[in-house]
């Protein structure tokens, strides 16, 4: 029963994805567009920054109308030499800050944002992160959705890199997010990527900004909330024309760090929320149990029916985004790939790690 209940959910997720149902419709843009400043947090970033700090050079929108900051936050590298060069000549406005004191509550990258966004001086905050290029059509496609009363709008983030890690990753974030926009579509607020963000003005400012905020290592979601306590709509897009890309965790340690990190947005989410996603990830219990009770064929067939059930949501996925589709072949390492990652971080909250590790720092 439970193995025809989760698929038949599947097959409806799916379907709602591929038809579009419930996704939100642009608006169009004054002619000129409104200026908007990019806001990029960076600690210890000059490798992966000149890569986003390129892509944002080459957005499809006039450079007069952006404002481009950097905050360098405490970087022990060459961060800052190398935001200074990679900006270098750029017509549009743009500064470096060096980050040292505290705003309020805030800390970590969300101090660093309360510190660019008081120095920002448009409407429109677009924020994203020093390990993410942004497509050219970055810009004009989050405003469109910038309708009057939203708050909030949410790109679409891919991995891209080398390696099979970085290519399982990739599907684990596309199958995820896929789940989370039908959940919006469906008016469910769930969540928000810091990594591919805009947030007006008038919203920020009316939840008094980061330093006014309760400190979260998943800033970007205690921003959401607070956001949309205060009345505020939000958009969540799944299409080409906002598609960033993101560098993935670049080994299994790094990987389960980033999901212990996550782990904390995970239990704000409300009850019903956490419901859901504790009822999709039961299935390899459901596996385990028929293999247990000695029905094998059983076992295999219902493994067989979740990893067929995430290559059709695998393909309506990819199709959305402008995706080429994945191979079939990756679907059942894909199902091994979340096994050990679920066991693993299972293990280690069981053992008693409570403490998150970001960017050098840890936050208990």
Not at 21 to 47: C, D, H, K, Q, Y
Not at 239 to 257: K, M, Q, T
Not at 293 to 301: D, N, T
């Amino acid at each position: 029963m439970y193995c025809g209940l989760w698929l038949l959910i599947m097959a409806g997720v799916t379907w709602r994805l591929a038809g579009r149902r419930g996704a939100s419709a642009p608006v169009a843009l004054p002619t000129p567009g409104p200026r908007v400043s990019i806001l990029v947090a960076a600690r210890n970033e000059e490798a992966s920054l000149p890569r986003c700090l390129a892509s944002l050079r080459a957005l499809d929108y006039p450079a007069h109308l952006l404002e481009i900051l950097v905050g360098d936050d405490a970087s022990t590298d060459r961060t800052r030499a190398v935001a200074e060069g990679a900006l270098a000549g750029f017509a549009g406005r743009h500064q470096v800050i060096t980050i040292g004191e505290n705003l309020g509550r805030a800390r970590g990258k969300a101090n660093v944002l309360a510190h660019l966004a008081r120095h920002a001086t448009t409407e429109y905050f677009l924020i994203t992160d020093a390990d993410i290029a942004v497509p050219p059509t970055w810009v004009p496609a989050m405003l469109r959705h910038a309708a009057p009363g939203v708050g909030t709008v949410t790109g679409l983030t891919v991995i891209e890199g080398p390696g099979p890690l970085a290519t399982l990753q990739r599907l684990d974030w596309l199958l995820s997010l896929a789940l989370i926009q039908v959940g919006t579509e469906a008016g469910q607020p769930m969540t928000a990527m810091g990594n591919n963000m805009l947030i007006t003005r008038t919203a920020y400012e009316a939840t008094g900004g980061y330093e006014a905020l309760p400190f979260s290592v998943t800033e970007d979601f205690a921003l959401f909330e607070a956001v949309n306590a205060r009345g505020f709509g939000f958009r969540q897009l799944f299409e080409p024309g906002v598609r960033a890309v993101s560098l993935p965790a670049p080994s299994w340690g790094a990987l389960v760090r980033q999901r212990l990190r996550w782990l904390r947005g995970v239990a704000a989410l409300p009850w019903h929320v956490q419901g859901g996603l504790v009822f999709f990830s039961g299935y390899w219990l459901v596996v385990l149990g028929l293999a247990l009770a000695g029905r094998p064929g059983w076992a295999a067939g219902a493994l067989a029916l979740k990893v067929a059930s995430h290559y059709g949501l695998a393909r309506a996925a990819s199709r959305r985004a402008g995706l080429p589709r994945p191979a079939w072949w990756l679907l059942p390492v894909f199902e091994l790939y979340t096994l050990a990652l679920t066991t693993h971080l299972t293990l280690t909250r069981m053992l008693g790690r409570r403490s998150v590790e970001w960017k050098g720092r840890r936050y208990e």
